[in-house]
């Protein structure tokens, strides 16, 4: 069955540390995958997608085929950056199976 | 400009009270959806219509019936709330284009149940 998991419920860091945001799936097909963020009481966005290899504020993720992962990666954290962020995973027909999130904390 | 608007964006229901939670999207998306969002749940898929005048149950449709009215709409609605049902409500519509698929969401609508 299609899957994502986030093992981070939290993660706190501070201001100019690096900062990685676990995400790992499972799919039988070809996977598709994106990162959402959600900054407070505000609508999911698009951070980005793996198909596009693009890096937004700062952030890249890279699809790893052979641990099934989608890791988010930034290298000196803001203090903007603090927010929710959706690892998610297009399956079958346009559907998208979305992870439990993980809220990100910057610290001053 | 105005993307996924649904309505409304705060309410408070009596157990056993029904009502309808409206969402319309004005980029002519195929693909609609009802997202609730609960605590270390994260979002979860309540129904989804993958055209005009198809819809599907998805992983939480119990107590839950939708309505796509034509291409720009598609409605949630709940006919006896419960308790349980008090969430944040997303709807979302979705486009496969040159750059890939890409789910935008609306504004989200917060729901109590007391």
């Known amino acids: 069955a299609q899957r994502v998991t986030q093992p981070e419920k939290l993660l706190s860091v501070f201001k100019g540390a690096p900062v990685e945001l676990k995400c790992n799936y499972s799919y039988s097909g070809s996977p598709e995958l994106f990162w959402y963020v959600q900054y407070s009481r505000q609508r999911l966005q698009l951070l980005l997608r793996h198909i596009s290899r693009e890096s937004i504020k700062g952030f890249t993720a890279d699809l790893n085929k052979g641990e099934t992962s989608f890791h988010l990666k930034k290298p000196f954290a803001q203090e903007e950056d603090s927010a929710m962020y959706y690892c998610?995973?297009?399956?079958?027909?346009?559907?998208?199976?979305f992870g439990p999130g993980t809220r990100l904390s910057v610290l001053p | 400009n105005a993307g996924v608007t649904q309505t409304p964006k705060f309410q408070v229901l009596k157990t056993g009270q029904s009502m309808t939670l409206q969402c319309a999207q004005d980029m002519n998306h195929n693909s609609m959806y009802w997202y609730r969002q609960d605590p270390g749940m994260g979002l979860r898929l309540i129904y989804y219509?993958?055209?005009?005048?198809?819809?599907d149950k998805g992983e939480v449709p119990n107590g839950y019936n939708v309505s796509r009215l034509n291409k720009r709409e598609f409605s949630l609605r709940l006919e006896s709330a419960a308790p349980s049902q008090t969430s944040v409500y997303f709807c979302?519509?979705?486009?496969?284009?040159?750059?890939?698929?890409?789910?935008?969401f609306g504004e989200g609508s917060w729901l109590t149940v007391v």
């Open positions: 219509s993958a055209s005009e005048g198809t819809t």
């Open positions: 998610a995973l297009k399956v079958y027909g346009q559907n998208f199976v």
């Open positions: 979302a519509s979705s486009i496969r284009d040159t750059s890939g698929n890409t789910i935008y």
